[in-house]
């Protein structure tokens, strides 16, 4: 999925939770916090100690209601609400028992507050829902916040100017309570793309990186650093011409953001009429909220395997359908569309034990995977039709990795069983249309299209993969590969051609949702050869927009 490197020239790797580049002065925040709370462990408290919790804690609830304030009145209500979640946390007297339980062992009560927040934080980790375990960084900002109310230590932090922040991982109210202004960038050593730092990072549009190797030496404070989260990528200690053209970078985002933004709500038409459906890729349920800020007029890819991975078994039949009903519901209506279990290759799900092949990319993978496993296939399915027959929700299925007819029509003689069951137990009421489209990613399937496209409702070009099959370089390969990965080979644009004129012969439309979709450069001619759907990433939907605007 991604992967990191140390190289010569001082580069990390990482993967990005917010899009843009920015240039600043390292700042290590962690050292900071671990220091001004170790001094806390000082306090010598006496009987009283349950008094100065009850007191420490209704500081804490005092001090998370004014930050929800501030957050509702200078950040937006959605950010709020992840503050107003830590105070119902904190509320809870789970929280109480265990600091009580705790301190009987430890007889100081910063120490029991520590080991009771830190046991809650340890087994939410351990949790197999990544929903759960992206609130780990709020029971950590609980912990802070009622250890600073304890000992009266403000944890203000002065920043310096464009700090680039450090740290294991930072907690939703940490982010807000830094003076956003300072904020060049965040570099995280852990975190989840789904956590609400990654939401927040976005929201705040600071460029930021999670699973990024970064040292924690003390000689690293004050040193320049390029961070660019759009490649992913750190440069310490940059060039001059580095540093250059990082500002380019900087400049020419910051000239579109401003041009795009006073496009929400227009209709994305190119200026000879052709009208384009702007969609946005997601890869978890709350990213639906980004897609939506970002006046998305659909989902063209919502990736839904990243619910199956680092788990020890699937997502039940009604986790799933609770996932595709909130994403449907939350785009009132507008299209979604739900990639089925895209799994095998980079993307691994222990209980589904799959051999390692030599050439994972080549090998058991995603609509394979599904034809064998009819259970698992199924129970995606149901969820997804399920969630198809509720008031609001307008979902299309999509088959990923399709190299033959056989393949889509198995599938959707799966989906059809699955609507009579659903249909006959009762479990809907009505059997709800849902189209069924197709990924093209093999080359196989572009040179078979005008059999693909009578089985089916709409082709969407997944160019990652595509890319990767047609040019025969490996999308995880090394850096020595980097220059073959050339995403606008002509054997790749006449593929990309192909597919767009079988859609147009059999009377279906034809998208793209791999990287190349948000790619400026060809959106003219993307157009041109009849794709009617470009899904990008969420802060790609309104540069596309004003591109799609200018063009012919
Ligand atoms: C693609 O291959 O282009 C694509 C969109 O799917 P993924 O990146 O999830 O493999
Ligand atoms: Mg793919």
């Not at 430890?106 to 949790?127: R, Y």
């Not at 299209?449 to 070009?461: C, R, T, Y």
């Amino acid at each position: 999925m991604f992967y990191v490197w140390y190289n010569s020239r001082m580069e990390i790797f990482g993967q990005q939770i917010s899009q843009g580049v920015a240039i600043g002065e390292l700042y290590l925040f962690d050292s900071f916090a671990y220091s001004k709370l170790s001094s806390t462990e000082n306090s010598s408290l006496t009987a009283a100690d349950m008094d100065a919790y009850t007191c420490a804690k209704e500081k804490a609830l005092d001090a998370l209601s004014k930050l929800y304030e501030k957050t509702l009145a200078q950040v937006g209500e959605e950010e709020a609400q992840i503050i107003d979640a830590q105070r119902m946390m904190l509320l809870d007297t789970d929280i109480d028992d265990a600091v009580g339980e705790a301190f009987e062992r430890e007889h100081d009560l910063v120490k029991a507050i520590e080991t009771a927040l830190e046991g809650f934080a340890t087994s939410f980790e351990t949790l197999e829902d990544e929903y759960f375990r992206a609130r780990v960084a709020d029971i950590r900002d609980i912990k802070v916040h009622l250890l600073q109310a304890l000992s009266s230590v403000s944890l203000e932090i002065e920043l310096p100017d464009n700090a680039v922040v450090v740290a294991d991982d930072i907690s939703p109210s940490q982010t807000l309570s830094l003076d956003r202004k300072k904020i060049a960038a965040f570099i995280l050593r852990k975190g989840s793309p789904i956590s609400h730092t990654a939401i927040l990072a976005n929201s705040l549009g600071i460029p930021a990186l999670i699973n990024t190797p970064i040292d924690n030496k003390q000689e690293l404070v004050g040193k320049t650093v390029v961070v660019d989260s759009i490649k992913e990528k750190v440069i310490l200690d940059p060039t001059l011409q580095e540093i250059q053209t990082a500002k380019k970078c900087i400049l020419e985002l910051e000239k579109v953001r401003k041009q795009a933004d006073h496009l929400r709500g227009k209709v994305t038409k190119t200026k000879s009429g052709k009208r384009i459906k702007l969609y946005a890729n997601i890869g978890s349920v709350d990213d639906v909220h980004i897609a939506v800020k970002a006046d998305a007029e659909g989902i063209g890819l919502f990736r839904t395997e990243f619910m199956f991975i680092g788990k020890s078994t699937p997502p039940s039949l009604r986790e799933q359908f609770e996932a595709y009903k909130t994403v449907a519901q939350a785009m009132s209506g507008r299209q979604v569309i739900i990639r089925v279990l895209d799994i095998g290759a980079d993307k691994v799900a222990p209980y589904l034990n799959l051999e390692e092949g030599e050439n994972p990319a080549l090998g058991y993978r995603a609509i394979r995977i599904l034809l064998d496993d009819e259970e698992l296939f199924k129970t995606q399915l149901k969820a997804i039709y399920m969630a198809a027959a509720e008031p609001n929700c307008n979902i299309a299925i999509m088959l990923p990795m399709i190299t033959s007819t056989w393949e889509v029509e198995k599938s959707i003689s799966c989906c059809k069983e699955v609507q009579e069951e659903l249909f006959n137990s009762k479990l809907v009421q009505k059997r709800t249309e849902v189209p069924i489209g197709i990924m093209i990613e093999t080359p196989a399937s572009v040179l078979i299209a005008d059999e693909l496209a009578k089985l089916v409702s709409f082709f969407s070009v997944g160019t990652n993969d595509l890319t990767q099959y047609t040019l025969a370089i490996d999308r995880q390969g090394s850096q020595k590969l980097s220059k073959y990965y050339n995403p606008h080979h002509e054997a790749l644009f006449e593929l990309l051609r192909l597919t767009a004129s079988a859609a147009t012969r059999n009377g279906i439309w034809a998208g793209i949702c791999g990287e190349l979709a948000g790619d400026l450069l060809c959106t003219q001619n993307f157009i041109d050869w009849g794709f009617t759907e470009l899904s990008v990433s969420p802060q790609k939907v309104l540069p596309l927009r004003k591109q799609i605007l200018e063009i012919d």
